[in-house]
Structure formats: C-alpha cells, structure tokens
C-alpha cells in the first residue's frame, strides 16, 4: 500500500486500523491493544473463551474487509488467536498466535484461526527441521476422502495430509502445511506428496478413482515447480488423467499470469483443476473465465448450517447458475447430514464431500 499510495496514505492506514481495533476491543474488560511491529498488532482480552474470541475475531475480520474494500484491496489483514491461562508460558502463547496467523494467512484474505489444539511451541528454525525430517523419514500419512456426485458415485479422492506419530499428537495438518509454506518449503512439501500420490497411482495399475492433490501458493507461483512438473509429467507419460489438483482461490488471483500457465500445462496433461475456498473475492467471478478450472469447490463458510442460512442459499444460487453457464460444476464441502446434501442438491450443487459422503481413510 505504502508503495501504490505513499508513505503518508500508510501511516493514515495505520493510525485508521489501529483506531478501530480500539474501538472494538474497547466492548471487552480490560483488553489492550499494541502495534508490536510496522505493520503488526497485538490485542490482549483477558477472561475469554473460545465462543467470544471467535465473536470478537468474526467483528475484526468484517471491519478490516470493509475496510479493505474502502481502499479498493483486495486483502488487509490476517488473524492468529491463541487461547491462554494462568499457568501459560509467554513464548508458548505467542508460538500458538504464530502458528494460527500463519494458517489464517494460507487461508487467504481477511481470514482469521482460533488455534485451539495446544501445540508444542516451536520458532521457525525448529518447523524448518521438523518439517524436514518429517519428509525425509516419510513420518507424512495420506488419507483420501471422496466427492461424490448426485447419483452418489465417487467422481474424485481428495487427498489429505496427516503427521506421522512423531508429531502428529502436537501438530495439525493445516499448521504444519501453512509453516511449510511460510518457511518456503510448501513447494518442496508438494513435490514429496505428489510423489507419493504418483506412486500410489501406478502401483494399483492405474485403477484408483482419480486422485486430488492441494497445490500451495508457492508452487502455484514458481517457475522453478512449473519446470519440475514438466519433467515430472516426461518421466510418469499417461498419469495426468489420473489426477487432479486443487488449488485455493486466493492463491490463483494472488499471480494470474501463473496460474494460468499452470493450469493449461495441467491441462495438457489431461489433468483436471479445482478452484477451492470459492467465494471470498468479487474479482474472482470476473477472472473464472480466464482461468478455465473444470470445478469450484465453495468455501465451508458457506456451506456450513446451509439449511438455516438464507443469505448462504441465495449466494450458492447465484454461483450455481453462474458456473452452469461456465459449463463449471460445482463441488459443496463439509456436507455433514442428508438434510444439508438434499438442500445442496435442490440448489443445484453437483458434488459434494463431507462426513455425510464419507471419512477419511488410508489411501489405496
């Protein structure tokens, strides 16, 4: 921002953000608000637990968007929460704040995580060498959890990421995933796991349901992943119609230009694409028809509670009509009861995935 408007517009940003963090904290006893860094705050809210920190941090979330949109950007800000009692330690707090940023920000614009599982507190040279050695002993399970169709025919397996026993009690997948890529090792995360999907691939004789691997940001935007992906695809001829890849909707408008080079290498590889966590950028309808994804998959902001949730209805009508006419079909996550696939299925949602379909399991 300091660079498209000036330094000056920058501290007015800043003095503007921080006012409205007082003004909301304000509603809180005994809370504090600090700039910590250049462009990092910190607010301290003592005595709260979990359903007023994610009231508090929804309220946030709303002001920085609608701010945001004021300044015609497309994203502002980020939120880490961590949970603390009398007997927490202060590093561990701010470990737990970090790791939750950290997920929040690989979430996309304006987005905030409540890290509510305590996780052992690590700096980022002790994640780079967890991170490592998990790769380099293989202490990385994946698990599969099918889209299913209307008819309920499995149509894909996406593939999911568990840490091994080493740290897996401590860990979450989404943390350990979103300090891979704060640390530049999410392409080298990607790389290891669509290894292990390939290989899976071929040792069944090339008999498993098309397998859907999650792409980072960072390799989405790499021109080193994209080199490596073409010898890749020369050394497994034939395997591109077996897979898929999912790739988030922030991280596809984050640098279009690659993102579209990417995709129609994929393409070309007769493998499908999938926009997920569809729905938190306007622009992104106005860029579908650039990209050329195959589906989206709504984000499970709108999907969750879908039954009692007019405002959430209409918008799936409203992407459902549109990506009918994209000839783009539309997945529905975290479909968690009947009544919820039958309500996505009246909206014209083609797929869906979630408990209510079926839980994770061993891939294979």
Request: net charge negative.
């Amino acid at each position: 921002y300091n660079k498209q408007e000036g330094i000056q517009a920058g501290d007015r940003l800043l003095l503007d953000v921080s006012r409205r963090l007082a003004l909301i904290a304000q509603d809180y006893s005994n809370s504090e608000v600090f700039r910590i860094t250049g462009t990092d705050f910190a607010i301290i809210l003592p005595q709260v637990d979990y359903d007023i920190a994610d009231t508090f941090a929804k309220r946030v979330s709303q002001v920085m968007e609608r701010l945001a949109a004021s300044l015609s950007l497309q994203e502002l800000s980020c939120m880490g929460i961590s949970l603390f009692h009398e007997d927490s330690q202060y590093g561990e707090v701010l470990a737990d704040a970090d790791a939750a940023l950290a997920s929040a920000q690989s979430i996309g614009a304006n987005s905030y995580v409540i890290q509510s599982k305590k996780s052992e507190a690590l700096g980022n040279i002790a994640w780079q060498k967890l991170i490592e050695s998990s790769m380099d002993s293989e202490d990385i399970r994946l698990l599969t959890q099918i889209v299913c169709n209307q008819q309920g025919d499995v149509v894909y397996k996406e593939v999911l990421m568990r840490i091994g026993e080493k740290a897996g009690d401590l860990i979450s997948p989404g943390v350990f995933v979103s300090m891979a890529e704060r640390l530049d090792l999410s392409q080298q995360l990607d790389q290891f796991i669509m290894e292990k999907v390939v290989k899976v691939i071929e040792e069944s004789g090339y008999k498993l349901e098309p397998l859907a691997i999650n792409l980072s940001a960072n390799a989405i935007g790499s021109r080193s992943f994209y080199v490596w992906l073409e010898q890749f695809f020369k050394e497994h001829v034939g395997v591109g119609k077996h897979l898929m890849f999912e790739m988030s909707e922030a991280s596809l408008i984050r640098d279009l230009d690659s993102a579209k080079a990417l995709i129609e290498l994929l393409h070309m590889q007769q493998c499908k694409v999938i926009m997920e966590r569809f729905g938190s950028h306007l622009s992104s309808f106005q860029m579908l028809h650039q990209l050329k994804v195959d589906f989206i998959k709504i984000s499970g902001s709108y999907t969750r509670n879908i039954v009692q949730n007019k405002d959430n209805r209409f918008f799936l009508q409203v992407v459902a009509d549109l990506t009918h006419g994209l000839a783009i079909d539309l997945i529905a996550e975290q479909v968690e009861s009947e009544e919820e696939a039958h309500t996505m299925q009246e909206l014209g949602v083609k797929m869906l995935q979630g408990y209510y379909l079926g839980k994770p399991e061993v891939i294979g």
